[in-house]
T-cell receptor, first 111, second 114 residues
Framework: QQQVKQSPQSLIVQKGGIPIINCAYENTAFDYFPWYQQFPGKGPALLIAIRPDVSEKKEGRFTISFNKSAKQFSLHIMDSQPGDSATYFCAANRSYGKLTFGQGTILTVHP | DTEVTQTPKHLVMGMTNKKSLKCEQHMGHRAMYWYKQKAKKPPELMFVYSYEKLSINESVPSRFSPECPNSSLLNLHLHALQPEDSALYLC?????????????FGSGTQLSVL
């Protein structure tokens, strides 16, 4: 029940493409869904986060879509750039719980 | 200053050595965390300090010993480690304890145990 399943494991797109990373969860007590971006040799950095009372949140080129009934959420990167090449982790948590990470997606954006 | 600073960046130690990892933040955050990350895996929580007191220990072996000397500093003391403990050790902080707080991660210490 604590798992967050993330797919795909890796993703390759051309510059300007729209990579989509999907996550699914089981625990209905989760009420906070962040996405972290990690570059090689660096720690993860919070990219964008959503709460279950909204179905979509956009920050710049990054959009989270949230489907509460399906217990799924996804990250879309518009107009992807080579600088977006990184590992992306979805995560889920509840107010006083432990952040549960997905397994990660390695994104490569070719020039 | 929105940084979490970790030292050293790289550490190689033998199984009989004693070493310490250091973490510092000056954002006034009251929660600090140690995570362990293996290659191509997500970070795994090890310890949480809330208001300088240990609040969560994720059943970490006693060869890892955390310490929070003050609200800005977090140490991880290492002793008699095993080769399987080789990993990236990440420190993080958040303004307050709580699952919905934004985590600020440091760049980590890449540890190799020989």
């Amino acid at each position: 029940q604590q798992q967050v399943k993330q797919s795909p494991q890796s993703l390759i797109v051309q510059k300007g493409g729209i990579p989509i990373i999907n996550c699914a969860y089981e625990n209905t007590a989760f009420d906070y869904f962040p996405w972290y971006q990690q570059f090689p040799g660096k720690g993860p950095a919070l990219l964008i986060a959503i709460r279950p009372d909204v179905s979509e949140k956009k920050e710049g080129r990054f959009t989270i879509s949230f489907n509460k009934s399906a217990k799924q959420f996804s990250l879309h990167i518009m107009d992807s750039q080579p600088g977006d090449s990184a590992t992306y982790f979805c995560a889920a948590n509840r107010s006083y719980g432990k952040l549960t990470f997905g397994q990660g997606t390695i994104l490569t954006v070719h020039p | 200053d929105t940084e979490v600073t970790q030292t050293p960046k790289h550490l190689v130690m033998g199984m009989t050595n004693k070493k310490s990892l250091k973490c510092e933040q000056h954002m006034g955050h009251r929660a600090m965390y140690w995570y362990k990350q293996k290659a191509k895996k997500p970070p795994e929580l090890m310890f949480v300090y809330s208001y300088e007191k240990l609040s969560i220990n994720e059943s970490v072996p006693s060869r890892f010993s955390p310490e929070c000397p003050n609200s800005s500093l977090l140490n991880l003391h290492l002793h008699a480690l095993q080769p399987e403990d080789s990993a990236l050790y990440l420190c993080a902080s958040s303004q307050l304890p709580g699952g919905t707080e934004k985590l600020f991660f440091g760049s980590g210490t890449q540890l190799s145990v020989l």
